[in-house]
């Protein structure tokens, strides 16, 4: 069993960056892929990224691609999303999920609650 709980959002401008935390409970984070995924006012959740377990390889939305980094730290059972040039669609609840490493929503088993990123024109 994995807990997920996800901080680091609130409101920026256009063009800023904000740094989003996912810290996870449980001794079997570093076994897992982790994720993030988001979902806008009237949308579906969308994939955004993803890390293996190790933080060998990752992936990205082209939407998302050249501005946001993912990356863990598995000594600290965290894992961060990091956001910069912040676009006003960008605003969503993001999630982080935990699972296998692959942009299929289904295939993470554990998810957070989600935290509010608002990003102002």
């Known amino acids: 069993q994995v807990q997920l709980v996800e901080s680091g959002g609130g409101l920026v401008q256009a063009g800023g960056s904000l740094r989003l935390s996912c810290a996870a409970s449980g001794r079997t984070f570093s076994s897992y892929a982790m994720g993030w995924f988001r979902q806008a006012p009237g949308k579906e959740r969308e994939f955004v990224a993803a890390i293996s377990w190790n933080g060998g390889s990752t992936d990205y939305a082209d939407s998302v691609k050249g501005r946001f980094t993912i990356s863990r730290d598995n000594a600290k059972n965290t894992v961060y999303l990091q956001m910069n040039s912040l676009k006003p669609e960008d605003t969503a609840v993001y999630y982080c999920?935990?699972?296998?490493?692959?942009?299929?929503?289904?295939?993470?088993?554990?998810w957070g609650q989600g935290t509010q990123v608002t990003v102002s024109s």
């Open positions: 999920a935990a699972g296998r490493f692959t942009i299929v929503e289904y295939e993470y088993d554990y």
